[in-house]
């Protein structure tokens, strides 16, 4: 069997399908109907990626199932047990600030440029051109290889749930969603909204009349804005002259504009994946310690920014919260507060918590709730994800370990433990594998997100070499 040749053969398809794949614009959105009545749940972008997926691998002579929109998967060869590759097609927002666009899969300076690149386009079809190159080699597995494709891991996991209730679990597999060499543990992870009630303000002075920031709860913020009225010039003459102090004191990027008869605030950080905040600055956190230099009429108003300064502000640990929890095995906790929501009559923020892997949810909310209960605040809980650990010593991590040092020649690095949850979460038996290698520039998350063609091949030859000895009978996890 001759799996160089093979991968070559394909090198410009695998080319191709990437850059179309990647022109699909498949950030989840709400559910939408087609003409004929069928359900799209992820939105019409999430289910056009998904679509060509499944015709892509049905002119590769591939076996494939559609199970109602939520999910589907690829199949490879046959055998009493199942080894999968759990992949995802959406994508988080683009947002601002490119040099490319991002949906254009443009090349320049060696790499590919676009949202999906590495997280998780790239990685996945490298993935999927492995399984072709096995195919096209004559090789015939001893367990069936089912490629699983995602449609929200961005967000709530509820298409791998339904899918998941509907097709049995593999038996065991990777995640080409995390990093090289393996990731052996995942911090829990929590996504959750503290909010509060706000009593209506009394007529006159500061009102702050609008609020928002953020992409995403999962990403750092890089822009938000806030907008604010008043009966006087010289209250906008003062917080015109507080906005300059403030840029000349901290250097940050804050903006204040006439809006009609209002003012508009606008502040500008750097994103970055909320597994790793401190990569980034949060412009909410910039927006709520300026405005916390304001005095609002209304007092609820000034209670929660308070709060907000208080007990959130810019550390990315929990520290002010106390839960800066660490362990030997994981690392320290990290905490981003990814979006904010207000309409006048309540405001929230949502929080996004990976904490190490000897720890637990409740330990959590444990420590925070008598702070936020001070502040007459609420709590909406919307993601929940156990941390995961596997041996660096069990069968499956040194397997995978083999076959990367091997295929990079790299002895030093070793398995890791990450912040950033994956679908290995979703079944029994699953690691992350790829597709970020050490020392390569992590774009995941944030503006100009790019591969070499490179590293796109380099994996497909690690994942085919994987999937091969995984495949194998004599293979025991």
């Not at 947002?95 to 666009?101: I, L, R, T």
């Not at 790239?122 to 080699?137: Q, R, S, V």
């Amino acid at each position: 069997m001759d799996l160089a040749k093979a991968i070559e053969a394909n090198r410009d398809q695998a080319v191709r399908t990437l850059k179309e794949l990647i022109q699909i614009k498949s950030d989840a959105g709400d559910p939408v109907t087609s003409g004929d009545g069928e359900v799209y749940p992820f939105g019409q972008g999430v289910q056009d990626a998904f679509a060509y997926m499944l015709s892509k691998a049905e002119e590769y002579g591939f076996e494939t199932e559609n199970i109602d929109n939520y999910g589907g998967h690829i199949d490879f060869g046959e055998g009493r047990e199942t080894i999968g590759i759990l992949g995802h097609l959406d994508v988080v927002p683009a947002g601002e600030g490119w040099a490319f666009e991002p949906y254009a899969a443009e090349e320049a300076d060696g790499y590919l440029y676009g949202r999906g690149t590495t997280d998780d386009k790239g990685p996945l079809l490298a993935a999927f051109y492995a399984m072709k190159a096995l195919k096209d080699a004559g090789y015939e597995p001893a367990r069936r290889i089912r490629l699983i494709l995602g449609l929200d891991e961005e967000k709530s996991w509820k298409g791998m749930h339904y899918y998941l209730e509907h097709v049995p679990a593999p038996d065991f597999g990777f995640t080409p969603d995390g990093e090289f060499p393996v990731v052996n543990g995942e911090k829990g992870m929590l996504e959750f909204e503290i909010a509060r009630k706000l009593a209506k303000g009394p007529a006159k002075g500061l009102a702050l009349t609008r609020l928002s920031g953020g992409e995403a709860t999962n990403v750092v913020a890089e822009h938000a804005r806030a907008v604010v009225k008043s009966e006087t010039k010289a209250t906008y003459d003062s917080i015109r002259e507080e906005a300059a102090a403030y840029r000349e004191a901290t250097g940050r990027k804050i903006r204040i504009k006439g809006v009609g008869k209002s003012l508009e605030i606008t502040t500008e950080g750097k994103n970055a994946h909320a597994a790793q905040p401190d990569e980034g600055l949060n412009a909410i956190a910039i927006l709520f310690d300026f405005l916390g230099r304001l005095n609002f009429a209304n007092e609820d108003v000034n209670e929660f920014i308070d709060f907000y300064n208080r007990y959130i502000g810019f550390n990315v640990h929990g520290e002010k919260l106390g839960v800066d929890f660490s362990d030997e095995e994981s690392g320290r906790l990290s905490m981003n507060n990814g979006l904010v929501r207000y309409d006048r009559d309540s405001v929230s923020v949502s929080i996004d918590i990976r904490y190490p892997v000897t720890f637990t949810e409740e330990q959590i909310f444990d420590t925070i709730m008598p702070v936020l209960d001070q502040y007459g605040l609420g709590v909406v809980k919307n993601r929940s994800e156990k941390p995961l650990y596997f041996s660096a010593d069990s069968n499956l991590i040194r397997t995978l370990m083999d076959v990367y040092r091997e295929k990079t020649g790299d002895t030093e690095n070793g398995p890791i433990v990450m912040g950033g949850g994956t679908y290995a979460k979703a079944a029994p038996g699953i690691v992350a594998f790829g597709g970020l290698f050490p020392g390569d520039e992590d774009r995941m998350h944030q503006k100009n997100e790019r591969i070499t063609l490179e590293r796109y091949f380099q994996m497909i030859e690690i994942y085919a070499e994987t999937i091969y000895r995984l495949s194998q009978e004599d293979f025991v996890l």
